[in-house]
């Protein structure tokens, strides 16, 4: 069982910065991946970034790339997503999500279904 809790968002100006912070609970494993999903008013979950546990590989959407970047710590069992040059349309709800199943190709990674654990979110605003 892995528990999710995030937090950082916030409200910020264009072209500015946030990091959000993803505390898990529960054992984490080498295999698995710690993933950053947005929720945007009236769309669909949006995969933005993961990272391998283990290896610290990592995949991004296109629209994210050069501008956002995501990170772990081991020994605390944290997750970050650094976001940068921040645009209006990046403003979503931002969920923190945890995959057990070992696979690490972009196909899967990117699958909201894909994943068994997810934090309750953060919003993130970004003003113009």
């Known amino acids: 069982q892995v528990q999710l809790v995030e937090s950082g968002g916030g409200l910020v100006q264009a072209g500015g910065s946030l990091r959000l912070s993803c505390a898990a609970s529960?054992?984490?494993?080498?295999?698995?991946?710690l993933a950053w999903f947005r929720q945007a008013p009236g769309k669909d979950h949006e995969f933005v970034a993961a990272?391998?546990?283990?290896?610290?590989?990592?995949y991004y959407v296109d629209s994210v790339k050069g501008r956002f970047t995501i990170s772990r710590d081991n020994a605390k069992n944290t997750v970050f997503l650094q976001m940068n040059s921040l645009k209006t349309e990046d403003t979503a709800v931002y969920y923190c999500?945890?995959?057990?199943?070992?696979?690490?190709?972009?196909?899967?990674?990117?699958?909201?279904?894909?994943?068994?654990?997810w934090g309750q979110g953060t919003q993130v605003t970004v003003s113009s």
């Open positions: 529960g054992r984490i494993f080498s295999n698995y991946a």
């Open positions: 990272i391998r546990w283990g290896a610290g590989s990592t």
């Open positions: 999500a945890a995959y057990t199943g070992g696979s690490w190709y972009y196909a899967q990674i990117q699958r909201v279904r894909a994943y068994d654990y």
